[in-house]
Each structure stands twice: as structure tokens, then as C-alpha cells.
């Protein structure tokens, strides 16, 4: 008896439970929409059962309740496809319904607060009954998904299950079903500025992460081989990750005040100078290295890479921020469009096409097959290096040569640069510990094969412990990439824009609307992110390494 | 050929892992590096493609000092194999195996032939397991593509680092043998490094001891077992010594062609003079036509008998003599389990070919180095 009630608990889909009883209880006690008289009055909180009219309403109430009782369901494949169904369903009419009413509530708005409020454009707001139905929506889904997995449904038929009900709401969308709520009020207002927002967010982000994934692979490349280092490096990244990143703003803002205020010609000199100078130094070193004594021989070796490193990190600073710069200026001139779309297409047919040459064979099929190959490669540098001189032309061309300072190439206390810097920093910390881990962690037989039938150590590297590094890698890579896109948020505080301007707006004027504005776009990109970066790691991992 | 000349490994705490160690190994020959753990053999083994750097002396590679090539150069000519495999699981079965010829900048349909080439010779089928990657394949089938990519760009010399030392004492007596065929084709010069005695004397050709980095005794399998240097060598091969020289000595090698026999259709008087004539208390008895042994007969029996059917013991061949290419050691072994003074050979139809006595094989393990010619033999 106890036994059978066991199996009956171990077989129902308690996720379905959870999904259907959060739907139901915020449609029970929660109100879905808030009407306010004007943008500052507080609003009429609604909840869906007050809502006047007919039963579908109730209806909606009784559908969230359904997968409560969909749940202990014996059948698993047929409950599965219910509940896709059913959530779905939730989904779709838990942002539909409510705007229905809110239409006709808008039209007899006058009706509905004290004689003498002032009534100008009055409006919609969502409120947590939609959160609540939309989230249990969408947990209902989920749990009709995995039974669709264990019962063997294909992925295909998964995959577009589970999609139907996003589909619809796009369609709503953009067929203005939705308009009615004053977050879409608010994004027909600023859906430009939105873009544009969008846009920066998403190339800090990888900005940031392109370079955070250069010096972090460097340094845990170091404190995997260095064993004197490894400590130092390790503690480091992680210092800098306990900084608030307010913070790390601040503490960026004067130096690179500094920077932004010098001009272009003697900082170039000073550049040189110091460069020539570490250089030199190092070559000394090389020289000699063998003759000194062994302290003196660390003591040189420290201070030649630190003489190194300060004008490597003032390039690469320059670098990053100005080319930030040019590539928001590409992307939001018009009249590179034509050119833009062209090298995107370049650099989407190189890979492909590279990878097809292996699997069709193309090399005897297709003469000069060796060279064609590399000509989409060449078409998108030379287009990419035209847009790139187009860019700077546009940032740069007015200035004479003399007058030109470092703020000109976007280096200044506040702004992008500090912004990028930040960020950077940010998404050291998984970045190097995953880099250190996954180089660590390889079998060191492995390499020692490898190098014993002749694999130089830079062939060792990107061949051997790159590749097979790579899946704890891409791990680190992720896990900074969905970080980033928060932080970047933060970095409105300092000018340097992104989707953190309509957040910080919408927080100084509680305006919810501003801030989902902000965060909701801000959530899709993280998530986007994430899968797109998983896709790619599958890719690119060898079957023979995979998880199975 | 690969000659070491007063080679010095010692590490900056003044350790020495080899010390003065002189060794040359001869074309086409398997010298076994053997020793207890911490001897140096590893050592001396990763100096010859530079893994680690000579500190003294030199290692010279067909007359050529090995430190005057890069080391990458000197480890794409030279085969690399060990025990714990390498094989980089991130590549297929071929791509592993096309290492070397990659590094080599071989192209592509070379390439192609001689990994299936190379797989087929170490009984991987390239079609099944080709396109398979590492961990899919057992541990046994690993060390079979690890010894094939060491093979991979036909290197004249290949380093062993105890190859077969990570698979079950069944699959390793298997792969001994292959490799033992392989290499009577592509005849390597090999140096391979083992800690298991059996391993050592049924692989080398020769084999040097090592202890503390220094070289004991560098011999024949025959001459180490035959005449141990001093006690640590007579404790290393161990007090079964006698017993693992009989393994390496073929029946065809130790046994007497003339040994007393008579027709199964002679009559009583004609055995009995034979037994007379040849002083033995027994005889074999084989088929008058072909020569197949069909059993013995006794001395004591033939008083009591009317004919030889009647007096002979019958017995499958099988059952009591050994096949002329078992070793002494399977011949002793049927020797304590019969009561014979003789223990029958016969050829693969059974014939009778000879016998190996227990005085014989005592001759044979106190004389030093007879059967040296007779070793190849063993490599059927």
C-alpha cells in the first residue's frame, strides 16, 4: 500500500504541481493589472476574477488550476503533450486576456476613480499576477517537456512544442495585441533608443569579453605552468572580483581623466619611449640572463615584464575603447549598410565553406580549391578594414593631428572606456580559473606523448591542451558572459550608456515600465547569450571529449 | 644504431639518476632496459629523444651526437610509445595515428595508406575502429594504436616506455607476441624499458640491468640468466632462473633424434631385443607405415603378453609428448607429470621426431650460451 503511493508520487510530475498552483494562486490573489489615472497617481489594482464580462476569465483561473490535477496523470507521454499544450495556453492568454480588459477599461476610464482626479493618459500597467502566470506558465510547459523527453518524443517535435507559444506571443507583439500595456506605450515611445541601447549592451559585452578571454586565457595559461605564480595570479583575479564594481569605477575614473586630457602626438612619443625602453631592457636580459646570479636573475625578469606591461596595457586600453567606438560608429551609419551586410556575409560563408572542403571533398572535386578557399576569408578582411577606416574616419577626420587628444579615440574618465576596463576585469575571474583548470586537469601523459613524437610547445598548445581545455573554457566564457551583461548595466552610472540608462531612469522616476525596459532586454540577451555560446561549444568540441 | 658514451644524468640536488652509462644498441635489435624502480632505465630512455637533457657524456644516433638536431626533429624520426598510452582523445583513430606523418608534412593520401597500413598490422580494423575515437576502444585495442602511432612515419629506432604495461597479463602475452612478429617485419631498433623480467627475456634481444643508474650486466636473455654478473643479478632474475632459460630453449633445439622405438606389427622377440640393445627398460611404439607414435610399451609387460598389441600402452600422442616447437620448459613439465626418463616429440602429423630427456635439459641449462644461434627460432 505504502508502496504503491510511493511509485504513484515517483511516477507523477510534481514540477507540473508546482507550475499549476503558482499560475492559479497568483491569478487568485494577485492583481494582473494596475490602471493609473495619469503617469504619478497611484494605480486601480486589478485581479483577473474581479475583472467584469464574461466567463473566460474564470476560464483562464480554471486552466491554470488544470495542471495541478495533470500531474498525477499515470500515462506519461499523454500527459506530456497535455501539459505543453496547457502551458502554452497559460502562457499566450495570461499577457492576452489582461489587455483585453484593459481596453475596455481604458475607454470608461473616467468611470472608474473620485471626481476630481486628474485623468491624462491614463494606462495599463502589468502587474505580478501576469509574472506569476507567465512563470507558471512557463514551469507548466517545462515539466510537459522533460516527460516529453523520458517518453521519447523527438527533439524536433520538442523543440517546436515548446516554441509555439513565444511564437504567438511575437506575433501578438507585432501585431500591437499588446499595446494596451504601458510598457509597450513606453517602447513605441524609445523603441530607437532602445535599439541603440541594445546595441551597446551587446558589443560591451563581448568587447569586454574578447579581451577579458585574452589576457585570461595568458594568465591562467601562467598559473598553470608557473607554480610560483599560480597563487598570486589565482588571488588576484579574485580580489578583483570582490570589488563592488561602483567601485572599480571610481577608482578608474582619474587615471583615465588623466589619460583622456593628453594629446595624441606626445603620448605616442611618450609611448614609444617607454616601449623602446622595455625593449631594450629586455633584450639585455636575454643577453645576459644566463651570467647572473639567480636572484638578480627574477628580480630583472619581474621588473622587464612590468616595464613591458605599461605601455601593453595603454594600447590595449586605447585599442578596446577607441574601437568600441568605431564599431558603434559602423553599425549606426547608414550608408555603410550595403558594405556591412556583405563582410557579415563573408565572415557567416568562411566557415562553412572551409568546412565543406572536408566533407564534400571539395579539394579534388573543385580546381584551386586550396586557394579559393580563403577568398570569402579575404573578402571580409578587406571589407572589414574598409568599415573599419570609414569608422575612424568619421570619429577622427575633423581634428588636426596636433590638436588630437586620447578623449578623441573615447578615452576618458567616464564613459566607455572606464565602462569596458571594468568589465574586462569583471570576467577575469572565471575566465582564468576555468583557462587554469582546464589546462591543469589534462592528463599529463597526454602531453608528454605529444612532445615526445615532436610537437613543438606552441603546436602542443593549440593543438592538445587547447582543444581538450576547451569545454571547462567555454564554462568560464559563459559564466562571464551572463555576468557581464549584468554589470554592463551598472556602467550607465558613469555615462557610458547601454541598456542601464532606461534602469537608472526608471528607478529615479519609479517608473516599473522604464525599468522593464531596461531589464527585460537585458535578460534576453543573457539568455540568448548563453544558449549561443553553448551551441558553439558543441560544436566546437570534439565528439571525443563530449559529455556523454 | 644508438650508443650511449659515458652518459651522466645528474638534477641540480646532485642526485644522479645514470651514472657513467655506456650501452650500444645494435640495428634491428630489442634491448630491454630493466632494473627496480628508481634504476634509471625511464631516464636513460628520455635522454635519446632529449625529453630530458644529457648532463654528461653522449648519445650518439647512427654515429650523429642526438643534441646536434632540434629536438622536435630528433622525436618526429624517432617512435614513442608508453605505458600509459597518450592517445589524444580528442582525435579519432587515424588522426592519432596520422601524428607523426602530419608533423612530417606528409601529404594526405600517403597519409592515408599507411595509417590503414599500420592499423591493419596491429589487428585493428581501420573500417570499424577507424573513425572511433579513443575511449571507445578497449584498453587493449589503446595500446595497439599507441604502438602503431609509434610506427607511424616508419621511424628507423622506437623508444618503449613499458607499452603494454597497463593491460591484463592475458592481452600483454597476446601483444607481446604481435609485436614480436611486427618486428621480425619491420625490424626497428628498439629500446624498451620494462620493470618484468618474463617480459624482458621473451622480448630482447638483449637486455641491460640496471641499479642506481648504473649499468650491472648487459647480455643475451640466456647469457643474464646462464651467468649472472653477482648476487643482485642472480636475485633479480630470480631463483627460477634455470627454469625461465628452458623457456627460451625450443624442443627442436634439445632434443635427441635416436631414441628407442620399435614398429607396432614387430614381434615380441624383435622388442625385446631392442630394449636389450638400447639398455632401457621402455620403448616407444609407432605405426609401421607412417611413423605416428601410438603409445609404449614396457619391459616388464612383455613377459606376460602373447603380441605387442596386447602388452603396449596405448595413447593419444597428445597426451604424452610434446610438439617440436614447444619449448623445454613445456617438455619438462610433461616429463614430472609421466613417469618416462623420455618424454616423446613429434611433428605437427604426429610423427615421432625425437625425445628430450631430463639429463639433456641439465646439460643444456649448466652449459653457458649454447643455443644463442637458436634464439630467432623462438620468434615463430
Known sequence: MLDERRTAIHNSNLIAFLGGSFASFGFFFLPVIEIKPNRLASGLPVSLLEIPGDMRYLLLFLLALTPVLLAFVGDRNRRGWALVAVGNLIVVLTLYLPALAGSAYLSGAEALFEAGTRISNPRILTSAGIATGLAGGAITLFAGLLDLERSGASRLARGLAGAVGALVVIVMLAGGRLDVYSIMVEYHARGEALALRFLEHIVFVLVALAAGLIVGIALGLWASRDARAEDAILYAVGIIQTVPSLALFGILLVPLARLGDAHFLSLARDWLLLAGLALAAALVLRRFHARLPERTRQFSLVTVIFLALIPLALLAVLIIAFGFEVVLTILTMAELALLRSLTGLAIFVFPIFMSAGKRYDLERKLPHYQRLRFLPLLAAALGGLTLLAQGAGELLGTNELAELTIRDFGVSGIGTAPAIIALTLYSLLPLVRNTYAGLKNIDPAIIDSGKGMGFTAAQSFFRIELPLAFPVIMAGVRNAAISLVGIAAVASIIGAGALGDFILLGVNSTSIDQILLGAVPAVLLAVILDAALKVLEGLLTSPGIRQA | ?380
Open chain 2, 1 to 380: 644504431m644508438i650508443e650511449f658514451k659515458d652518459v651522466i644524468k645528474e638534477y641540480p640536488n646532485g642526485f644522479r639518476a645514470v651514472d657513467d652509462l655506456n650501452l650500444t644498441v645494435r640495428d634491428g635489435e630489442i634491448c630491454v632496459l630493466i632494473g627496480p624502480s628508481g634504476c634509471g632505465k625511464t631516464t636513460a630512455l628520455r635522454m635519446v629523444n632529449r625529453l630530458i637533457d644529457v648532463t654528461r657524456g653522449e648519445i650518439l644516433i647512427d654515429g650523429q651526437p642526438n643534441d646536434e638536431f632540434e629536438p622536435e626533429v630528433l622525436r618526429r624520426q624517432i617512435g614513442y610509445a608508453i605505458q600509459q598510452i597518450g592517445l589524444l582523445p580528442h582525435m579519432t583513430i587515424r588522426d592519432n595515428v596520422a601524428i607523426v606523418p602530419r608533423l612530417l608534412d606528409w601529404d594526405e593520401e600517403r597519409i592515408r595508406q599507411r595509417v590503414d597500413l599500420l592499423l591493419d598490422m596491429v589487428g585493428i580494423d581501420p573500417s570499424i575502429h577507424g573513425d572511433k575515437y579513443p575511449r571507445q576502444l578497449s584498453g587493449g585495442q589503446q595500446q595497439r594504436v599507441g604502438v602503431a602511432r609509434a610506427l607511424g612515419a616508419d621511424p628507423p629506432i622506437m623508444l618503449m616506455d613499458e607499452p603494454f604495461g597497463a593491460v591484463d597479463p592475458i592481452t600483454r602475452a597476446i601483444l607481446q607476441e604481435e609485436f614480436l612478429q611486427i618486428q621480425q617485419e619491420v625490424s626497428k631498433t628498439i629500446i624498451f624499458v620494462t620493470h618484468d623480467i618474463d617480459e624482458a627475456i621473451y622480448m630482447g634481444d638483449r637486455i641491460a640491468l640496471l641499479r642506481a643508474g648504473r649499468l650491472v650486466q648487459y647480455d643475451t636473455p640466456d647469457d643474464l640468466l646462464a651467468m649472472p654478473r653477482d648476487d643482485f643479478v642472480r636475485e633479480f632474475v630470480g631463483a627460477d632462473r634455470s627454469l625461465k632459460r628452458l623457456h627460451l630453449i625450443s624442443v627442436k633445439d634439445s632434443m635427441m633424434n635416436n631414441v628407442p622405438c620399435c614398429d607396432h606389427d614387430a614381434s615380441l622377440e624383435e622388442v625385446a631385443a631392442c630394449l636389450q640393445r638400447r639398455q632401457s627398460d621402455s620403448a616407444f611404439v609407432v605405426d609401421a607405415s607412417s611413423g605416428v607414435l601410438l603409445g609404449w610399451v614396457e619391459r616388464a609387460d612383455l613377459a606376460e603378453s602373447r603380441s605387442l598389441a596386447e602388452a603396449m600402452h596405448h595413447a593419444p600422442a597428445g597426451s604424452i609428448a610434446v610438439p617440436e616447437d614447444a619449448t623445454a620448459r613445456e617438455a619438462l613439465s610433461v616429463l614430472l607429470s609421466h613417469s618416462f626418463d623420455l618424454t616423446p616429440v613429434i611433428d605437427a602429423e604426429g610423427v615421432l621426431t625425437g625425445g628430450v630427456s631430463i639429463q639433456r635439459l641439465q646439460d643444456l641449462v649448466e652449459a653457458p650460451g649454447i643455443h644463442a644461434a637458436a634464439q630467432p627460432e623462438r620468434r615463430r
